[in-house]
């Protein structure tokens, strides 16, 4: 790898190469969110650096609004179950006929088996960053913790870890279960463990939900 010759902040910057790109190509293409965890525990300073990583993501004005609750309580893991078994059954009338029959099928969560429960939050009173960048987008102060929890994903990936983003939960009620502060905004709940089962393609493409789309249909030019 060529050296550059130029020094940027006291320290040259690194050349990511043809071969280091190609596997950060393979690194995007085998996330997968992964709902089936071996009954292996995970090591919380692995934990602990992923999450060291994921906070070196971008936010608006450097605000760093993301808060990440570790989940380790069983009531409280329980309380999270049971609101996403509410809330999927409501969300299950939504189809009907071969729709909601592969629905069923589906799995949509690993809350019982994955080892390690963490719930994102963006932290809506953060005056890190002094409010750059907020004034006519404030929302970008919750996709900053996206920007977040995508850099957890590509991460723990890497640690040989899955992860499985649990969106079918009632978010006021999930705050009020883990008895975090009124203005933490719920984003995410994270299950992470090591998978049963690796797949390239993604569940819901492989059960028939949803194929993916060409990246060139996504693009438009003005």
Not at 144 to 173: N, Y
Request: proline residues 7%.
């Amino acid at each position: 790898m060529a050296e550059p010759d130029h020094d940027v902040g006291g320290s040259a910057p690194p050349v990511f190469d043809a071969v280091f790109r190609a596997r950060f190509a393979e690194l995007v293409a085998w996330r997968r969110d992964v709902r089936r965890f071996l009954p292996k525990p995970v090591d919380r300073d692995t934990i602990g650096a992923l999450l060291a990583l994921a906070a070196q993501a971008p936010s608006v004005g450097n605000a760093q609004p993301w808060r990440f609750v570790m989940v380790d309580d069983p009531s409280r893991r329980a309380a999270v179950r049971s609101n996403f078994e509410r809330c999927n059954a409501e969300a299950l009338l939504d189809y009907a006929g071969e729709r909601a029959q592969l629905y069923t099928r589906l799995k949509l969560e690993g809350l019982a088996e994955a080892p390690v429960h963490i719930a994102a939050f963006c932290d809506e009173r953060a005056d890190t960053g002094h409010g750059l960048g907020r004034r006519t987008m404030p929302e970008t102060l919750h996709y900053s913790v996206v920007t977040a929890i995508h850099t957890f994903w590509l991460a723990a990936r890497t640690a040989g870890l899955g992860v499985g983003w649990i969106s079918i939960l009632d978010p006021g009620e999930l705050t009020a279960a883990l008895e975090v502060p009124a203005h933490w905004r719920f984003i995410g709940y994270l299950c992470v463990g090591y998978p049963c089962e690796e797949h390239l393609d993604p569940e819901l493409v492989r059960h028939g939900w949803q194929d993916r789309l060409a990246p060139d249909s996504t693009i438009l030019e003005r």
